[in-house]
């Protein structure tokens, strides 16, 4: 059985959404898959297509841009969601120019109230060199605020490196 919150956090392209997946797959729940990106361009497109095109029939397929709680007052215990990313989440949150923290404050409680077991995929973007624009800085850092609180939250943190998962906090089921 999956624990109530799982947090799978990984670099661009490094296998962390197939492994949520994978991990979703084989808990006995019935998989939900709450997609979070906007379609910006056709490169976003093409992405969100060979998502798509992994996931099988069994997966209730939902798209929330901004309020992934609206999806996770639906959901029961017989359920676990994968939220896919928390990273686009952010990204929608900062380009519409709301209250990032009263976002993120409302994100993990809808995930804390939802009754169904969560996984969040995330992308750790703390690792390179310091953006050169604001924007992008201020990004940064709001992404490793919101990935601390998801890591502090969760019961099962897990970072997928090419693919390899790394226990930081928990045990695998």
């Not at 029939?57 to 309020?67: G, K, L, M, T, V």
């Not at 990273?87 to 409680?109: C, K, P, S, Y």
Request: with cysteine; glycine share 6%.
């Amino acid at each position: 059985m999956l624990p109530k919150l799982t947090f799978v956090l990984g670099g661009a392209a490094s296998g962390k959404s197939v492994w949520a997946e994978n991990l979703l797959l084989t808990s006995g729940l019935e998989p939900v898959y709450l997609a979070t990106s906007r379609v910006f361009d056709d490169e976003i497109k093409l992405r969100i297509n060979a998502h798509k095109s992994r996931r099988r029939d069994e997966w209730r397929n939902f798209e929330q841009d901004i309020y992934p709680g609206e999806v996770l007052a639906t959901c029961d215990r017989g359920q676990g969601v994968l939220i896919d990313c928390a990273t686009m989440w952010l990204t929608n949150v900062i380009l519409d120019d709301m209250d990032i923290l009263a976002e993120r404050d409302r994100l993990l409680r809808d995930i804390a109230s939802c009754s169904a077991s969560v996984i969040v995929v995330s992308n750790e973007v703390g690792h390179g060199i310091v953006p050169e624009n604001a924007l992008a800085r201020q990004f940064r850092e709001e992404q490793g605020r919101l990935n601390i609180a998801l890591a502090a939250a969760a019961d099962l943190a897990v970072l997928v490196t090419a693919g390899l998962p790394q226990v930081l906090r928990g045990t695998l089921p």
